[in-house]
């Protein structure tokens, strides 16, 4: 696995508009609606204002020559027109927005369940940082897809031929004229201001997330900063990614400053090339007064029809490389694929573990490993306690992890009952195994929504009943607000104990056949220790455990005790053997005495 997503770099534009059209297809109706009521509130305000420029001339006309005028009808039009566009803005903005929030929320719901069969895996080598930028920034701005690009696309491409057609029918000669500046403002120019900012567009992005991952760095972080005196370096360095962020975002929004003061240029251009060519129709009588101020104006406003396009070609690339990221990390193939039939959930607890060997992967940061289990062989039968001891890097987190389906077996087996675990879908097995870690995971919400995780449907009575049995019930009783205490961020309104009596009475609401505890009581004080291994003692009679553990008063509880190193079983035996026959075990005994 390669610590830097693989996903398909070489993606087209057009193939990655292609994908992300495919994921909009739910939502095409609202956006379809959206982009008709933009038109047509885009033509009314052409319509608006070209009207009334000739309503007003016409009027003045009138009046200088003494003469009657029927004002009421384009009046009423004038006044229709005004009802429309401020309807329509209404309506556009409603249908637009509502269109982007539900297309972001398509894309959140499937980039989650493409990241979920990558868990842990993949993404271990990615910055959580980096992360986070992906799944929050980079899907907010692929919302410019549709509002600020796709709209103003599809609305030029529709209102231009139309009002072209309309210009003809008054003066031909004007069309070539007002598609040349059309094509200037709309196109030429901002394909100019795109090329001389794509460099910027893409620096920005890269240096976007690299800020956003050393802040999260130095909030997460800010505890062993102070500690280590090391704060002001890494203000520094945020300090030097952020000068860095904002002179590119100076320079892009300078090209972008150009770009904009030249299509005004052009615009104006346009318009006094259209006054030079009429200016002497209407002096020869060629062409009524009237027209002058009417076609004036819709030359002039016919550029609303282009000028969102600059805006949505400088957006492109950033939104396209957005997507690239995107894609690049949901394309890639689960480290565990899922079987083709799964096998049927075995009816048995029993672990057997046969011939099992695992290495990790290289990655780009590191070389191929050594084997980190090597022809392991291990018996748990359905109710026993089996302990799992040895030192640090001896493979005990790694069975876990295997056991847990996040990386695949490859040489050799691992048997639920008599089921090959990789014949089990990965939610299935998961459903099976009930994991207490080493350092649980608290979501910031309330007590009893941190239990639920494991069972979302739990009745009352069993969350008591979980509770109960991790010796949690008595402290849920005596809070104020019992289930409904908000814990805070990882659990912070619990004491080391308690977050641990949590976790262990969330594994146990899952009622999965087989528990693990990896080092349940580690951090904990004696006393702590103690009233929960008390605890814990009833429920290892009654369940298969695989307990990860160096705690000898933990160690006692179980039926066997196996030793590791190396990725190897070097003893095995029950606690009294071990006393007897094994130099660690018995160093061990002696430092956690």
Same mark, same amino acid.
């Not at 830097?4 to 956006?31: D, E, F, I, K, T």
């Not at 005004?264 to 006094?272: D, G, P």
């Not at 949690?472 to 009783?477: G, H, K, R």
């Given at each position: 696995?390669?610590?830097?997503?693989?996903?398909?770099?070489?993606?087209?534009?057009?193939?990655?508009?292609?994908?992300?059209?495919?994921?909009?297809?739910?939502?095409?109706?609202?956006?379809?609606?959206?982009? @008709?009521?933009?038109?047509?509130?885009?033509?009314?305000?052409?319509?608006?204002?070209?009207?009334?420029?000739?309503?007003?001339?016409?009027?003045?006309?009138?009046?200088?020559?003494?003469?009657?005028?029927?004002?009421?009808?384009?009046?009423?039009?004038?006044?229709?027109?005004? &009802?429309?566009?401020?309807?329509?803005? #209404?309506?556009?903005?409603?249908?637009?927005? !509502? +269109?982007?929030?539900?297309?972001?929320?398509?894309?959140?719901?499937?980039?989650?369940?493409?990241?979920?069969?990558?868990?842990?895996?993949?993404?271990?080598?990615?910055?959580?940082?980096?992360?986070?930028?992906?799944?929050? !920034?980079?899907?907010?701005?692929?919302?410019?897809? #549709? /509002?600020?690009?796709?709209?103003?696309?599809?609305?030029?491409?529709?209102?231009?031929?139309?009002?072209?057609?309309?210009?003809?029918?008054?003066?031909?000669?004007?069309?070539?004229?007002?598609?040349?500046?059309?094509?200037?403002?709309?196109?030429?120019?901002? @394909?100019?201001?795109?090329?001389?900012?794509?460099? *910027?567009?893409?620096?920005?992005?890269?240096?976007?997330?690299?800020?956003?991952?050393?802040?999260?760095?130095?909030?997460?972080?800010?505890?062993?900063?102070?500690?280590?005196?090391?704060?002001?370096?890494?203000?520094?360095?945020?300090?030097?990614?952020?000068?860095?962020?904002?002179?590119?975002?100076?320079?892009?929004?300078?090209?972008?400053?150009?770009?904009?003061?030249?299509?005004?240029?052009?615009?104006? /251009?346009?318009?006094?090339?259209?006054?030079?060519?009429?200016?002497?129709?209407?002096?020869?009588?060629?062409?009524?007064?009237?027209? @002058?101020?009417?076609?004036?104006?819709?030359?002039?406003?016919?550029?609303?029809?282009?000028?969102?396009?600059?805006?949505?070609?400088?957006?492109?690339?950033?939104?396209?490389?957005?997507?690239?990221?995107?894609?690049?990390?949901?394309?890639?193939?689960?480290?565990?694929?899922?079987?083709?039939?799964?096998?049927?959930?075995?009816?048995?607890?029993?672990?057997?573990?046969?011939?099992?060997?695992?290495?990790?992967?290289?990655?780009?940061?590191?070389?191929?490993?050594?084997?980190?289990?090597? !022809?392991?062989?291990?018996?748990?039968?359905?109710?026993?306690?089996?302990? @799992?001891?040895?030192?640090?890097?001896?493979?005990?987190?790694?069975?876990?992890?295997?056991?847990?389906?996040?990386?695949?077996?490859?040489?050799?087996?691992?048997?639920?009952?008599?089921?090959?675990?990789?014949?089990?879908?990965?939610?299935?097995?998961?459903?099976?195994?009930?994991?207490?870690?080493?350092?649980? *995971?608290?979501?910031?919400?309330?007590?009893?929504? !941190?239990?639920?995780?494991?069972?979302?449907?739990?009745?009352?009575?069993?969350?008591?009943?979980?509770?109960?049995?991790?010796?949690?019930?008595?402290?849920?009783?005596?809070?104020?607000?019992?289930?409904?205490?908000?814990?805070?961020?990882?659990?912070?309104?619990?004491?080391?104990?308690?977050?641990?009596?949590?976790?262990?009475?969330?594994?146990?609401?899952?009622?999965?056949?087989?528990?693990?505890?990896?080092?349940?009581?580690?951090?904990?004080?004696?006393?702590?220790?103690?009233?929960? &291994?008390?605890?814990?003692?009833?429920?290892? +009679?009654?369940?298969?455990?695989?307990?990860?553990?160096?705690?000898? +008063?933990?160690?006692?509880?179980?039926?066997? &005790?196996?030793?590791?190193?190396?990725?190897?079983?070097?003893?095995?035996?029950?606690?009294?053997?071990?006393?007897?026959?094994?130099? *660690?075990?018995?160093?061990?005994?002696?430092?956690?005495?």
């Amino acid at each position: 696995m390669s610590s830097h997503p693989q996903g398909n770099h070489h993606l087209s534009n057009r193939a990655l508009l292609w994908r992300l059209l495919q994921l909009a297809r739910p939502h095409l109706g609202w956006m379809l609606l959206g982009a @008709l009521l933009t038109l047509i509130t885009t033509l009314a305000s052409i319509g608006l204002l070209a009207i009334s420029g000739w309503f007003l001339a016409s009027m003045a006309v009138a009046g200088l020559a003494g003469v009657t005028f029927n004002y009421f009808t384009p009046a009423g039009v004038i006044r229709f027109l005004a &009802i429309v566009r401020t309807a329509g803005r #209404y309506g556009e903005r409603l249908v637009t927005h !509502n +269109a982007t929030l539900k297309l972001l929320s398509e894309l959140r719901l499937w980039c989650y369940q493409r990241l979920e069969p990558l868990a842990p895996a993949r993404l271990q080598g990615l910055h959580s940082g980096d992360l986070l930028n992906r799944l929050q !920034n980079d899907i907010d701005r692929l919302d410019s897809l #549709y /509002l600020r690009i796709a709209v103003p696309v599809l609305v030029a491409a529709l209102g231009v031929p139309g009002l072209l057609w309309l210009i003809s029918r008054y003066d031909p000669q004007l069309v070539p004229v007002l598609l040349a500046g059309l094509l200037s403002v709309g196109v030429l120019i901002p @394909l100019w201001g795109q090329r001389q900012s794509k460099q *910027y567009s893409q620096t920005l992005l890269r240096q976007s997330a690299a800020l956003r991952s050393a802040q999260l760095d130095t909030l997460s972080g800010m505890r062993e900063l102070l500690i280590y005196g090391a704060d002001q370096r890494q203000q520094q360095h945020c300090q030097q990614l952020s000068d860095s962020l904002l002179a590119c975002q100076s320079e892009r929004d300078r090209i972008s400053a150009v770009t904009q003061a030249v299509s005004l240029i052009a615009i104006n /251009l346009t318009v006094l090339a259209g006054l030079w060519w009429l200016i002497p129709q209407i002096a020869s009588g060629a062409r009524p007064p009237v027209e @002058l101020a009417m076609l004036t104006l819709l030359l002039l406003a016919g550029f609303e029809l282009v000028q969102p396009l600059p805006l949505a070609l400088e957006l492109l690339p950033e939104t396209l490389a957005a997507a690239r990221r995107l894609f690049r990390l949901t394309d890639q193939p689960p480290v565990r694929p899922e079987p083709g039939i799964p096998a049927t959930v075995p009816v048995r607890s029993d672990l057997q573990i046969r011939d099992l060997s695992f290495s990790y992967p290289a990655t780009r940061n590191r070389p191929a490993s050594l084997p980190v289990l090597q !022809n392991l062989n291990l018996q748990l039968n359905q109710g026993d306690c089996l302990a @799992l001891i040895g030192p640090s890097g001896a493979g005990k987190s790694t069975l876990t992890q295997l056991l847990c389906g996040f990386w695949p077996i490859e040489s050799g087996q691992m048997l639920l009952g008599s089921t090959d675990i990789n014949q089990l879908a990965g939610d299935e097995l998961r459903r099976q195994i009930a994991v207490v870690s080493q350092r649980p *995971y608290l979501f910031s919400t309330t007590l009893e929504e !941190n239990l639920r995780m494991a069972r979302p449907d739990a009745s009352r009575e069993q969350l008591d009943r979980a509770c109960q049995q991790a010796g949690l019930l008595a402290f849920v009783q005596s809070l104020p607000d019992g289930y409904q205490t908000w814990l805070g961020e990882q659990g912070q309104g619990l004491s080391g104990g308690q977050a641990r009596r949590l976790a262990i009475a969330r594994a146990l609401l899952q009622e999965a056949p087989l528990l693990i505890l990896d080092e349940p009581t580690e951090g904990l004080d004696r006393q702590t220790e103690q009233a929960l &291994i008390k605890n814990l003692q009833p429920l290892l +009679a009654s369940r298969t455990t695989l307990l990860i553990s160096h705690r000898p +008063a933990l160690l006692q509880l179980a039926d066997q &005790i196996c030793i590791l190193r190396d990725g190897k079983v070097v003893r095995q035996g029950q606690h009294q053997t071990l006393i007897q026959h094994s130099t *660690y075990y018995q160093n061990l005994l002696t430092v956690f005495h």
